[in-house]
């Protein structure tokens, strides 16, 4: 059965801090990664990583994926209070079928 | 642009009543279509998806189904709702002719059994 795990669960911090958010995971036949941002309705998208060492970068966001240890990261730097979300990391194992993990919950405090 | 409009936003239902959630998108043609639905605290689950008019997956069994009776309209429903079918539910698309495109959801409805 396919696994993903986030971590931290949630997390707090202060405008301007850095921050790391973690996905592994455990997909057969891995074709890709992605990661969304989910404010109080609809995840938005945020990348689609493909391949190892690569970084993906958006602003103050930015992705990594190592296909060798099946982890990701996502960064974001210089935090907003407008960061504060849940991150959702979703590796696809099919076409068109993505497995979703739990997110990680980030407040931005002011 | 593509858009993508699901509606009730919020749903209040009796147990055994019956459901229908509808999701329309704008500005493609011929995409693929999810339903999720999302219980507190845990990531997104796949019900069902299309590929086409007619075309149905399921992932799970359940007590809902699924119908596409236009390329760009995706419809859940159920018979009689559970307590256990409470949750928030989202449709989303993404480009049907190509694989491994991103998926881009809709804002969801917040369905509520009593």
């Known amino acids: 059965e396919d696994k993903v795990v986030q971590s931290p669960l949630s997390l707090v911090v202060h405008e301007g801090d850095t921050v790391t958010l973690n996905c592994s995971y455990e997909?057969?036949?891995?074709?890709?990664l992605l990661w969304y941002k989910q404010e109080k309705k609809a995840p938005t998208f945020l990348f689609m990583l493909t391949s190892s060492g690569i970084e993906k970068k958006s602003g103050r966001l930015s992705s990594i994926l190592d296909k060798k240890e099946l982890f990701s990261i996502l960064n974001i730097t210089a935090t907003q209070t407008g960061d504060s979300a849940v991150y959702l990391c979703?590796?696809?194992?099919?076409?068109?079928?993505?497995?979703f993990g739990s997110g990680t919950q980030l407040t931005v405090l002011p | 642009s593509q858009t993508i409009h699901q509606w009730p936003a919020t749903l209040v239902q009796p147990v055994g009543s019956p459901l229908s959630l509808e999701c329309t998108v704008e500005g493609t043609s011929n995409p693929n279509l999810y339903w999720y639905r999302q219980a507190a605290g845990r990531g997104l689950q796949l019900l069902f998806y299309s590929v086409g008019i007619g075309q149905i997956s399921s992932e799970v069994p359940q007590n809902l189904s699924a119908s596409r009776p236009q390329d760009r309209q995706f419809i859940l429903s159920s018979k009689k709702l559970l307590l256990s079918d409470s949750g928030f539910y989202l449709c989303?698309?993404?480009?049907?002719?190509?694989?491994?495109?991103?998926?881009?959801f809709g804002d969801g409805t917040r369905l509520s059994i009593l």
């Open positions: 997909v057969t036949n891995f074709r890709s």
């Open positions: 979703a590796p696809r194992a099919s076409a068109r079928q993505l497995t």
């Open positions: 989303a698309w993404s480009v049907g002719s190509q694989n491994d495109q991103p998926q881009h």
